[in-house]
């Protein structure tokens, strides 16, 4: 079946280091890929997407750029703050047919002053 | 600015007894989907539906129910709490075309069944 596979965490970096979190997929067909994040308290909002191969999502200095070759979808941002420590989540999506995401099982991100 | 509300922040159950947990958005979504959320598990789909009256079973629908009477409610029923259901409950609504329109979510409810 479908699934997304997220680099493990938790992942601890300074402010102003640069990030990279991983993801992969496995699913028969081209979907649109997703990041969500999870500030602590709150639940998931959308932070980027991109609906088809080459496309590039990016929304508050992160970013991620959907490779088919490669199947992946790795989320960036070249100078972390304190304020995006929170838990991230890849997920994909069909574009047709249900309407259901599928997601990763997220990595919690501490950005330490 | 779309508001998803879940009735309860935090709730305590004993096994065996019938739990409700209620969502209400207030953006005429027709989409309306329950998730459940655990360390190293990440969300799992428990059900959704598409319009009033309609349900459809997610990925791991065992043990639970769900009810749309209305579009801006949808209510997810433990008939018989266990212990493994104790979780971090997520609802979300989107508009049909869900790969153009984001998932909106509750803050989420985090029952503890002992």
């Known amino acids: 079946g479908d699934s997304v596979t997220q680099m493990e965490g938790p992942v601890t970096l300074s402010e102003e280091a640069f990030l990279t979190i991983n993801c992969t997929y496995t699913?028969?067909?081209?979907?649109?890929l997703f990041w969500y994040v999870q500030y602590p308290g709150e639940g998931l909002q959308l932070l980027l997407k991109?609906?088809?191969?080459?496309d590039k999502g990016s929304n508050k200095g992160f970013e991620a750029t959907y490779r088919k070759e490669t199947t992946s979808f790795h989320l960036e941002k070249g100078s972390v703050q304190v304020s995006d420590s929170a838990v991230y989540f890849c997920?994909?999506?069909?574009?047709?047919?249900?309407?259901?995401?599928?997601f990763g099982t997220g990595t919690r991100l501490t950005i330490i002053p | 600015d779309v508001k998803v509300t879940q009735s309860s922040r935090y709730l305590v159950k004993r096994t065996g007894e019938k739990v409700f947990l209620e969502c209400v958005q207030d953006?005429?979504?027709?989409?309306m989907f329950w998730y459940r959320q655990d360390p190293g598990l990440g969300l799992r789909l428990i059900y959704f539906?598409?319009?009033?009256?309609?349900?459809e079973k997610g990925d791991i629908p065992e043990g639970y129910s769900v009810s749309r009477e209305k579009k801006e409610r949808f209510s997810l029923i433990l008939e018989s709490a266990s212990t493994n259901q104790t979780s971090m409950y997520l609802c979300?609504?989107?508009?049909?075309?869900?790969?153009?329109?984001?998932?909106?979510f509750g803050n989420g409810t985090r029952l503890t069944v002992t």
């Open positions: 997920a994909l999506m069909f574009n047709f047919g249900n309407e259901k995401l599928t």
């Open positions: 953006m005429d979504h027709e989409n």
């Open positions: 539906s598409y319009d009033v009256k309609m349900k």
């Open positions: 979300a609504s989107s508009l049909p075309g869900a790969h153009n329109s984001p998932l909106h």
């Open positions: 699913a028969t067909g081209y979907p649109s």
């Open positions: 991109a609906t088809k191969a080459d």
